[in-house]
T-cell receptor, first 116, second 110 residues
Framework: GAGVSQSPSNKVTEKGKDVELRCDPI?????LYWYRQRLGQGLEFLIY????????KSGLPSDRFSAERTGESVSTLTIQRTQQEDSAVYLC??????????????FGEGSRLTVL | QQQVKQSPQSLIVQKGGISIINCAYE??????FPWYQQFPGKGPALLIA?????SEKKEGRFTISFNKSAKQFSLHIMDSQPGDSATYFC?????????FGTGTRLKVLA
């Protein structure tokens, strides 16, 4: 596709349920990132992938959060046993190169998660 | 803890005025300072970026001023227009990760 695609765009779930959020990066982009944006707040780094390897998982808030990526393609962010504090917009971004000081991050429109 | 502090949180400017948003960082290893613009319901998009070897960069109505010794940088929007109304995020980093500021919600009055 022309841009980064995320699905679902909106997800309402009950506390304790598991959710999966999907990201399709721009074709050819080797680096893929997940950020969390709580209402009225900045972008919180969660994890990045170089290819299908995740060298830095330091931003994942808890062991309920996990992510995987298939090759240099689709990535899935999974949140198990969702809590109300997980409610946020989850943004995915991709970059042609891992070196962000030479490349630009292209963001998707996000998946808005609401945990009741 | 690496942080990027951004201010103000919100800003209202008259059409044609100058909008100024400030950021301060802590880590002297940062070597790239982009600004992203986000419209409601959309993902952030790169607006303009600067490296620490220059003190100013201008692209159209948008200018970044960079003060390496003070570890501060700012975005100036000249002749602000209603279409500039959006949330602006500064960031600092390089290599594989940015640290984003908390965002400034700009409203330009017609």
């Amino acid at each position: 596709g022309a841009g980064v695609s995320q699905s679902p765009s909106n997800k309402v779930t009950e506390k304790g349920k598991d959710v999966e959020l999907r990201c399709d990066p721009i074709s050819g982009h080797t680096a893929l990132y997940w950020y969390r944006q709580r209402l009225g707040q900045g972008l919180e780094f969660l994890i990045y992938f170089q290819g299908n390897s995740a060298p830095d998982k330091s931003g994942l808030p808890s062991d309920r959060f996990s992510a995987e990526r298939t090759g240099e393609s689709v990535s899935t962010l999974t949140i198990q046993r969702t809590q109300q504090e997980d409610s946020a917009v989850y943004l995915c971004a991709s970059s042609l190169t891992l070196a962000l000081n030479t490349g630009e991050l292209f963001f998707g429109e996000g998946s808005r998660l609401t945990v009741l | 803890q690496q942080q990027v502090k951004q201010s103000p949180q919100s800003l209202i400017v008259q059409k044609g005025g100058i909008s100024i948003i400030n950021c301060a960082y802590e880590n002297t290893a940062f070597d790239y300072f982009p600004w992203y613009q986000q419209f409601p319901g959309k993902g952030p998009a790169l607006l303009i970026a600067i490296r620490p070897d220059v003190s100013e960069k201008k692209e159209g109505r948008f200018t970044i001023s960079f003060n390496k010794s003070a570890k501060q940088f700012s975005l100036h929007i000249m002749d602000s227009q209603p279409g500039d109304s959006a949330t602006y995020f500064c960031a600092a980093g390089g290599t594989y990760k940015y640290i984003f500021g908390t965002g400034t919600r700009l409203k330009v009055l017609a």
